[in-house]
C-alpha cells in the first residue's frame, strides 16, 4: 500500500481497485488481453510497467496464472534507475576526458614523425608534453578504477586498525617534491595513536587526494594544515584546512560530483582529472562517515570529514 500511495498519490486506494487506476492501464490492458487461454502464447505471461513519481521510480509487474488469477509485485528501483543514470553520464564523461590526452599524445608524435630534421630542443619539448599528457591520462584511468571498485565493491573492502599520523607522513613524504617546488608547508596535528577502522587503502587516497587538491589549485607558498577535531561519538573526526585561494561558495555544493570544475581550463592545463573529490566523498561514504567543504575562516578552505574509530 506504501508504494500505490507513493505512485498514484492517492491515500484511499485499495489493492482491489488499483487496477481501474489510469497509472495501471497497461497491466489491465495485458490482463484483458491475455484472459482467453486459446490466444495465450505462454503459459504465464507477464508484463512490467516502470513510472516514475516524484523522482522515484517504481517496476509494476504482473504475471498471468493459469486460473486466470493474477499476482502484481511492485518494487522501488530508484537507486538501480540513478545507478543506471550515473553510469551513463559516466560513461560520457569518460569518453570526453580522455579524448584531450590522447588527441595530444597522437599530435606530439605525429608531429616528430612527420618533422625528423626538427632541432633537439624543440624535440625534447615535444617529448616532455607528450610524457606529461600520457601520465595524466595514467591518473584518469587510475582515479575511474578507484571509483569503480567503490560502487562495484562497496563493501568489500578489507577493514583494519588504521594509524592516521602514519598515513598523513606516508602521504606528505610522497608527494614531498610537489610541496617543495610550491614552497608549501604540511603542519599536522593528530595525537599518535590516533587510530580508525578501515580500509587503509582508501584512507591513503583521502588524505592524498585532499593533499594533491591543495598542491593543484591552492596557490604557492601555502600551509596546509591537519588535524582532529572533535566530533561524533563512535568517529574520529579530521579537518583538512589551506590558506590558499579558497573556493568560491557558489561551488562548494558540487566539487564532489564526478568531473566537476570550477575552472575547466585551468584544471586541465594544471593536470587534475576532475575526479579526486569525487573519490574523497565516496571513500568516506564507503566507512559511513560525513564529507563536508566551508571556507576557513580567514581565508582559504576547510574539509571536515570523519571515520568510524
Known amino acids: 500500500?506504501?508504494?500505490?500511495?507513493?505512485?498514484?498519490?492517492?491515500?484511499?486506494?485499495?489493492?482491489?481497485?488499483?487496477?481501474?487506476?489510469?497509472?495501471?492501464?497497461?497491466?489491465?490492458?495485458?490482463?484483458?488481453?491475455?484472459?482467453?487461454?486459446?490466444?495465450?502464447?505462454?503459459?504465464?505471461?507477464?508484463?512490467?510497467?516502470?513510472?516514475?513519481?516524484?523522482?522515484?521510480?517504481?517496476?509494476?509487474?504482473?504475471?498471468?496464472?493459469?486460473?486466470?488469477?493474477?499476482?502484481?509485485?511492485?518494487?522501488?528501483?530508484?537507486?538501480?534507475e540513478q545507478n543506471k543514470a550515473m553510469r551513463q553520464q559516466m560513461t560520457s564523461n569518460i569518453a570526453h576526458e580522455l579524448k584531450t590526452p590522447i588527441a595530444s599524445v597522437r599530435g606530439y608524435l605525429e608531429t616528430l614523425i612527420v618533422n625528423r630534421?626538427?632541432?633537439?630542443?624543440?624535440?625534447?619539448?615535444?617529448?616532455?608534453?607528450?610524457?606529461?599528457?600520457?601520465?595524466?591520462?595514467?591518473?584518469?584511468?587510475?582515479?575511474?578504477?578507484?571509483?569503480?571498485?567503490?560502487?562495484?565493491?562497496?563493501?568489500?573492502?578489507?577493514?583494519?586498525?588504521?594509524?592516521?599520523?602514519g598515513v598523513v607522513k606516508e602521504v606528505r613524504d610522497n608527494l614531498m617534491t610537489d610541496i617543495t617546488r610550491k614552497h608549501m608547508k604540511v603542519e599536522t596535528a593528530i595525537e599518535p595513536g590516533t587510530t580508525v577502522n578501515g580500509n587503509r587503502s582508501l584512507i591513503v587516497s583521502v588524505f592524498q587526494n585532499l593533499l594533491e587538491n591543495a598542491i593543484t589549485y591552492a596557490g604557492e607558498g601555502v600551509t596546509v594544515t591537519v588535524r582532529s577535531i572533535p566530533g561524533e561519538p563512535g568517529y574520529r573526526t579530521f579537518s583538512f584546512a589551506d590558506n590558499g585561494i579558497g573556493i568560491p561558495e557558489e561551488h562548494q555544493s558540487r566539487i564532489f560530483e564526478r568531473f566537476y570544475r570550477i575552472d575547466d581550463g585551468r584544471s586541465r592545463r594544471s593536470g587534475g582529472t576532475g575526479l579526486g573529490l569525487a573519490i574523497v566523498k565516496n571513500a568516506v561514504l564507503l566507512h559511513r562517515g560525513e564529507v563536508s567543504v566551508r571556507t576557513r575562516p580567514g581565508g582559504g578552505v576547510e574539509f571536515i570529514f570523519s571515520l568510524p574509530a
Not at 489493492?15 to 489491465?28: N, R, T, V
Not at 516524484?54 to 504475471?63: A, E, K, L, N, P
Not at 607528450?130 to 591518473?139: G, K, V
Not at 571509483?147 to 599520523?165: A, H, M, R
Open 1 to 80: 500500500m506504501v508504494f500505490l500511495n507513493a505512485i498514484t498519490g492517492e491515500h484511499s486506494l485499495t489493492p482491489e481497485g488499483f487496477i481501474d487506476h489510469p497509472l495501471f492501464q497497461g497491466i489491465k490492458k495485458f490482463l484483458d488481453n491475455n484472459q482467453d487461454h486459446a490466444s495465450r502464447k505462454q503459459d504465464t505471461p507477464s508484463t512490467e510497467l516502470r513510472l516514475e513519481r516524484g523522482g522515484r521510480y517504481f517496476s509494476v509487474r504482473c504475471i498471468l496464472f493459469h486460473d486466470n488469477s493474477f499476482e502484481v509485485v511492485i518494487t522501488d528501483i530508484t537507486r538501480t
Open 117 to 165: 630534421e626538427i632541432d633537439e630542443e624543440k624535440r625534447n619539448h615535444f617529448l616532455e608534453k607528450a610524457l606529461s599528457q600520457s601520465t595524466r591520462l595514467t591518473d584518469l584511468i587510475n582515479d575511474i578504477v578507484t571509483l569503480n571498485k567503490l560502487d562495484e565493491t562497496g563493501s568489500n573492502f578489507p577493514f583494519e586498525e588504521v594509524d592516521i599520523e
